[in-house]
């Protein structure tokens, strides 16, 4: 039976990681409401999670249902908040709702009040300006900034470790190419391209993680590359290039588990400057579609309406308590791989 076990400093570390209880909660929050904005569908959305109509069971979430399918006379998808298809179903059948009845793009056409429409029973945190669910779209903001800001990390992580690993072990001529490219490269103003772009094509989730993803993986560069540098002089380096053992195993097999160390501290900050910068572009109206439920979108709402101050302080919760628990886990995640932290420990 297969059994993992950590090493007796990676056991070091993580006993590090769970002392630092500042740390250890905000990894638990983070990763709790990651999971819960990963059910965003089955919390608030405008369709039930389940109808039982005449003995038959429909997920519409899975699979959407015509409004015939319920005795109506329309074959386009059933609208499940119109009262008279409630009626037909309800008739013959019942609905199991989300609990909030809203999707990030549902329009509340029944609120008494002008939008934005203040916090009700019906929507806890109020409309925004275009009466969607505030609720709903921070829901659903939070999980599209999360899973945006680990795309970008992630590949930026793997082209920056790549490009740092052979820049530091072979050197030479190599090297100094690559580093003057970076100093050009990095030079360059990547929200004035965007901004640019932005003006000639609506910009999408996967068109902003091409473009920014062509910058973001020079961050972690110069922090494999040292440790490249380091480690391949170690005498025991040298013995195994000596016993012809091939570069690429030398590279990710001896080195590149020392350079994670350096790389692992930073990943934390990796992420939150990734959706801090996307949520700049949003707010700045440069980012994803308007349409879609982003957090910036919801601040720069909350400074066209001063006058209904639940928008802006709500996102501004959202996001300030997302930046802030990563910050803390960053930190908790730096002290664990501190050498001198561990051995001490």
């Not at 772009?197 to 989730?205: D, K």
């Amino acid at each position: 039976m297969f059994r993992f076990e950590l090493s007796p400093i990676q056991a070091a570390r993580w006993a590090k990681f769970k002392r630092n209880s500042r740390g250890k909660w905000a990894l638990g929050i983070f990763l709790t409401l990651f999971a819960v904005s990963l059910c965003a569908e089955l919390i608030a959305n405008d369709v039930p999670l389940l109808v039982i109509y005449k003995d038959e069971i429909h997920v519409p979430i899975v699979s959407p249902q015509p409004e015939t399918a319920y005795g109506g006379a329309l074959a386009t998808p059933a609208n499940y908040r119109d009262p008279a298809v409630q009626q037909l179903i309800e008739h013959d059948g019942w609905m199991l709702w989300p609990p909030v009845r809203y999707d990030y793009q549902t329009i509340n056409r029944t609120v008494a009040e002008p939008f934005p429409a203040p916090p009700s029973r019906e929507n806890l945190l109020g409309t925004d300006d275009s009466g969607r669910d505030v609720f709903a779209r921070l829901l659903y903001g939070f999980r599209l900034s999360v899973l945006f800001g680990l795309a970008l990390g992630g590949f930026g992580a793997v082209i920056g470790i790549c490009v740092g690993a052979l820049l530091g072990y072979y050197g030479g001529w190599l090297d100094i190419a690559g580093q003057r490219f970076m100093e050009v490269w990095g030079g360059m103003p990547l929200t004035y391209l965007l901004i640019i772009l932005a003006s000639f094509v609506e910009p999408t989730f996967w068109m902003l993680l091409g473009i920014m993803l062509l910058f973001s993986w020079m961050g972690l560069v110069d922090v494999v590359r040292a440790e490249f540098l380091k480690g391949r002089n170690l005498s025991y380096i040298q013995a195994a290039r000596a016993l012809g053992v091939s570069d690429a195993r030398i590279m990710f097999r001896h080195i590149l588990p020392n350079a994670m160390v350096a790389t692992i501290t930073f990943l934390p900050f990796i992420l939150n400057s990734s959706i801090t910068t996307l949520t700049s572009l949003d707010f700045l109206g440069f980012g994803l579609p308007p349409d879609s439920p982003a957090l910036g979108e919801l601040l720069a709402q909350g400074k066209a309406n001063i006058h209904a101050p639940w928008i802006g302080l709500s996102a501004f919760a959202v996001l300030g308590g997302l930046l802030m628990l990563l910050v803390f886990v960053g930190e908790a995640v730096r002290d664990a791989f501190d050498p001198g932290s561990v051995n001490n420990g």
